[in-house]
C-alpha cells in the first residue's frame, strides 16, 4: 500500500500542486479586484464569497454573478481563471491515466492484491521452482489433486505460452521479487504451526526439493 501511495503522491504532485495555485490566484484576484454594489458604489469581494464563486465555477453549474454584477475587469478576470482551471484539469487527468498505465504502478497493484491473497490464504500450498517440462508436469499434477501451486520461474512468457485450463490454481512469480518472499515467509510460518500437507506430500517452503524428486514423490503417493 506505501508503494502505490508513493507512486501516486510523487506523480499527482505537480498536478495537484498546479490546481491548488491556480484556484488560490483566481481567489485572490476576485478579492482583489474592486466591483460596485446595488448602489454603484465600490465595493471588494470577501474570501467567502470569491471561494463560492470559484467553487462552483469550477463544476461549470453557473449560478450567476454574486453577490452583485461583475465588472468588465472582474469578468475579464473570471475569463482567465476559467481556461486556466480547464488546462489544470487536463494536465491532471492526463497525468492520472499515464498513472494507470505505468508498469511500475500496474506492478504494485498487483502486489498489493496478492499480497492479500497470502494474508488471508489459509491451505497448505506448493512452490515449484522453475516451469520447464517437468515443473509443468507437477503442476497439472498438484492442480488436478485440488492442491495449490506458486510457479517460480524468471520467464514469464514461459509460462503464459504453456497456458492450461487449470491455470488458475497456479501463480507465476519472479524469484526476485517481494511476491516470492512473502511466499518463502508464508510457507516458513505454515511450516512452524505445523500446518502442513499430509505425510506422503512434501512440504515446499521451509525446505525445497527438486522437480525430479518431487515427481518421484507424486508417482509413489499414486
Not at 168 to 194: C, I, M, T, W
Amino acid at each position: 500500500m506505501d508503494n502505490i501511495v508513493f507512486l501516486i503522491l510523487r506523480r499527482m504532485r505537480r498536478p495537484l500542486l498546479t490546481l491548488v495555485l491556480i484556484y488560490a490566484a483566481s481567489i485572490l484576484g476576485l478579492v482583489l479586484i474592486p466591483g460596485q454594489d446595488a448602489q454603484g458604489n465600490p465595493w471588494h469581494m470577501d474570501f467567502f464569497h470569491a471561494f463560492y464563486f470559484v467553487s462552483f465555477m469550477s463544476t461549470t453549474i453557473g449560478f450567476g454573478e454574486i453577490p452583485y454584477e461583475f465588472t468588465d475587469v472582474q469578468r475579464a478576470w473570471v475569463l482567465v481563471s476559467i481556461y486556466l482551471s480547464v488546462i489544470a484539469w487536463l494536465y491532471a487527468i492526463g497525468t492520472i491515466l499515464t498513472l494507470l498505465q505505468d508498469k511500475t504502478f500496474q506492478h504494485a497493484i498487483k502486489e498489493r492484491r496478492f499480497a492479500q491473497r497470502i494474508r488471508h490464504l489459509r491451505e497448505p500450498f506448493y512452490i515449484l521452482c522453475g516451469y520447464g517440462e517437468t515443473g509443468r508436469e507437477l503442476a497439472r499434477a498438484l492442480t488436478e489433486r485440488g492442491q495449490h501451486v506458486v510457479v517460480v520461474d524468471l520467464n514469464e512468457d514461459k509460462i503464459n505460452l504453456r497456458c492450461q485450463p487449470w491455470r488458475a490454481k497456479r501463480r507465476l512469480v519472479d524469484p526476485s521479487s517481494r511476491e516470492a518472499a512473502l511466499f518463502s515467509r508464508r510457507a516458513l510460518r505454515q511450516r512452524e504451526n505445523k500446518v502442513g500437507l499430509r505425510t506422503r506430500r512434501p512440504v515446499i517452503g521451509s525446505q525445497v526439493r527438486s522437480s525430479n524428486e518431487l515427481a518421484k514423490l507424486l508417482r509413489s503417493a499414486g
